[in-house]
Structures are given as C-alpha cells and as structure tokens.
C-alpha cells in the first residue's frame, strides 16, 4: 500500500510551509481500537502518555489533570471517557517500524535534496475523545499527522513568531530545561491558519512551529511520522551556542529559517562540545 499517491502538494510545502497533503492510510487494518489496545500492552508504559482531554489551549504541563484509567481502560473507552493519548515510538513495535519506514521512504525524493538525510525516525499514534484539545505546543521534528478516524482541526503559527515562541524558549527547551508545551494568550488566536482535517488528510507541521489542535465531535485516532533532519541538527546546534552567548550577556540572532543552514554556529557549538566547552 502506498500512504502518499502523489507528492506534488508535499514538494511544495516541504520543508517550511504547513499544509495538507492526501494519504491513503485511512482503512488500515492495524489503526483499530483493538490493534491499538493491544499494540499498547506490547509498548513500554513509559511511551504512553494520556490524560483528560478538556484541557485549555495553553496549560502548564505539571498541571494536566490525569483521567484516573489505566491504559486499557483508556482505548476501551475512548468515545465516553474523555481523555486524549498519545502511543509514543510505535516504530520499536516491528510492525509499525516497518510502516514508518515504508511510509518514510515515499518522501525522500522531496526530503533529501533539501535538508539532507532523514534521521531518527519515530512515529506516534494519538487516540482521543471527542472535543479533546491538545494545548500549543511547538516540536523539534519534521512532521506529517495523517488523520485516521474522526476529524481534528489544528492551528498552527508561524515559527517565526518571536512572541509566542521566542528564542529563549527554543534554547531552553533544546537544553532540556523546558517542556514543549508554550503560553498562551487569547491575543494569538488571529495569527493562525486553521487546517480541517478529515480521514486521508495528512498534516504537514514545520520544525518548531506553534500549534494547537480541537477533536471534532468523534473518536480521533492520527498517526504522527516524524523525522529529524541535517537541517534540523544544525538548527538545534545554533540554539544551543546562543544559549552559551545569552548566558554570557550577550543576545544573539535567532537561527536563521530554511533555506540558511546556520552552519557556522552549529560547527561552532560542536567544537566547543569536543572540548567539553559550554555545557
């Protein structure tokens, strides 16, 4: 089965433009509540995260109130309990590994003349209740979530928004010192695009670009591939020297977007790091 029958619309939005693109994943057989349920008692339980789904669009992650369900009990009941989760690293399952590559290698005539060689790739399967919110959030990968079941919208922002996600965010959570999950402030909401997603729609996310996401009336089950990237090490590198500067006083530039590379402050931060500098 082929997940992507075309590759023009993804051609032109990767890799710094949010969009939709078709996927033919919608009917496969191992997306059932069953096949998840028992995909999730193989999992390490550590992989699994979940939690009520009424939750504000910007929540502290230490106060995500739990929904006091087991991980079985969760899936079982997704369509009453009112709960959102996420299958973290699905690919460690043989089976969904070996999806995530096939699925993966669909997009290397795009990805690789572009921001080089695909790296650590990992995927994701979020089940969720009806109207349950996933709070803004921005991630460190190149993302495509193809709806599966039920409908979701998710709005994203521009990742170059220095007021919701300022460079000292990025740094921070680069660092490990902060957690994905951004403030928020009702004052944002213009500054979004709202992306409507129905089952065989994929949605393309930028590196690090804000979004949020609002369940339609229905279970929501999306499959989540990700990919690091050349590109995406050497921004990560260029965050982390300016952590070092800004800790000295000084208040360096933002990493430049695509197409800059920002190779000189990510070979900066490397040889500091061979010579145990910086940390």
């Not at 922002?157 to 660092?175: K, L, M, N, S, V």
């Not at 800790?247 to 000189?264: E, F, K």
Request: aromatic share 8%; glycine share 8%; proline share 9%.
């Amino acid at each position: 089965m082929t997940a992507f029958p075309k590759l023009d619309r993804f051609d032109v939005l990767y890799p710094e433009t949010p969009g939709i693109v078709a996927h033919s994943l919608a009917d496969h057989p191992m997306f059932g509540l069953d096949e998840l349920a028992a995909l999730a008692a193989r999992l390490d339980p550590a992989t699994v995260e979940y939690n009520r789904g009424d939750l504000p669009t910007g929540v502290d992650p230490d106060a995500i109130p739990q929904n006091g369900l087991s991980i079985a009990e969760t899936i079982r009941g997704i369509e009453t309990n009112g709960s959102w989760m996420v299958l973290k690293f699905v690919e460690r399952d043989p089976a969904y590994g070996a999806l995530l590559k096939a699925t993966l290698d669909e997009l290397l005539p795009v990805v690789t003349p572009r921001t080089g060689a695909m790296h650590q790739l990992e995927a994701f399967i979020f089940v969720s209740s009806p109207n349950s919110v996933t709070p803004l959030h921005f991630d460190p990968e190149h993302n495509i979530l193809m709806q599966l079941r039920g409908t979701k919208t998710m709005t994203v922002f521009p990742q170059t928004d220095e007021e919701i996600a300022p460079g000292d965010a990025h740094e921070r959570f680069y660092q490990g010192l902060a957690h994905r999950n951004l403030p928020w402030h009702d004052d944002y909401a213009p500054r979004g695009h709202a992306f409507h997603l129905s089952p065989g729609d994929g949605m393309y996310v930028p590196v690090m670009a804000p979004h949020w996401v609002q369940n339609g009336p229905g279970v929501s089950i999306s499959f989540s591939v990700t990919w690091r990237s050349d590109w995406t090490y050497a921004v990560a590198d260029a965050h982390a020297l300016n952590a070092v500067l800004r800790r000295t006083g000084l208040s360096p530039a933002r990493p430049a977007r695509y197409p800059a590379q920002n190779r000189a402050k990510a070979l900066a931060w490397r040889a500091m790091r061979r010579m145990g500098i910086g940390r």
